[in-house]
């Protein structure tokens, strides 16, 4: 709990880092009106303790016997995502069971930045609505083997421990340079920083947002979904994309 505290500091001290050099769209992207609660705890462990907790990304593993997929069926297309009910017990949960009640048909993906991300679960269809299987908020849900590359599955919130029903997938398909060098400088897990010059990602939001699952199939959609006219004011796609149905299965 100590490594995972401390991974958190590093993770604030990082975006806040970024924040100070932003350009007006990083601003943007960042803005999403959470309340980031700084931790003070200390800690006694070391940094190459941190650096060896993580020796795996789940997230680029294959689909394992039992590990829930889920098919995202949109009016673009279709994305299959694995979940981590391991590392996130509870957002899979909810999400499960949203889908297999068909709480998400008919919803949109009412959030949608290019390089950056797709947002969707809202019933309200703005960004205000949303609630858990429930009925209040639930707790976020942070692995230090779970991040924001490019294509994870994620909880959207208002801030601290408000997860609902909105979710959202990275679509960044690059870190920033410098954010790698400051990532570096701030001794973060060398396999992490090393995936995300790989594949891309959003990491200023790790263990800002409860990660809890990764596309494996259907990138090629969340592309196409990301690069829809949208409101320059809200975000919002001009013409909707439909999220039509969530069908659950196992390997």
């Known amino acids: 709990?100590?490594?995972?505290?401390?991974?958190?500091?590093?993770?604030?001290?990082?975006?806040?880092?970024?924040?100070?050099?932003?350009?007006?769209?990083?601003?943007?992207?960042?803005?999403?009106n959470e309340t980031v609660e700084k931790n003070g705890n200390q800690t006694d462990e070391s940094d190459e303790e941190i650096q060896n907790e993580i020796s795996t990304l789940p997230q680029f593993d294959p689909v394992s016997e039992g590990q829930p997929v889920v098919t995202v069926k949109t009016s673009m297309g279709d994305i299959v995502i694995k979940l981590f009910p391991e590392q996130a017990p509870k957002a899979v949960e909810n999400f499960l069971t949203h889908s297999q009640n068909g709480y998400y048909n008919g919803l949109t993906f009412h959030r949608v930045m290019n390089d950056f991300m797709i947002q969707g679960g809202d019933p309200n269809g703005d960004g205000t609505g949303g609630e858990s299987i429930w009925g209040e908020p639930f707790e976020d849900e942070f692995s230090p083997e779970l991040a924001h590359f490019r294509g994870a599955l994620s909880m959207a919130n208002s801030g601290p421990d408000t997860n609902g029903s909105q979710f959202f997938i990275v679509q960044a398909k690059t870190v920033d340079e410098e954010l790698i060098e400051q990532m570096k400088q701030l001794n973060f897990p060398e396999i992490i920083i090393n995936k995300y010059k790989e594949v891309g990602g959003t990491p200023w939001l790790d263990n800002r947002h409860t990660v809890f699952g990764q596309v494996i199939k259907?990138?090629?959609?969340?592309?196409?979904?990301?690069?829809?006219?949208?409101?320059?004011?809200?975000?919002?796609?001009?013409?909707?994309?439909?999220i039509n149905q969530i069908i659950v299965n196992e390997k």
């Open 218 to 242: 259907g990138m090629d959609v969340v592309d196409k979904i990301a690069a829809v006219e949208v409101n320059s004011t809200t975000n919002a796609p001009i013409e909707p994309v439909i």
């Open 1 to 32: 709990m100590k490594k995972i505290f401390f991974y958190t500091i590093l993770i604030l001290i990082i975006a806040i880092m970024s924040a100070c050099g932003a350009s007006d769209q990083d601003r943007n992207q960042n803005a999403e």
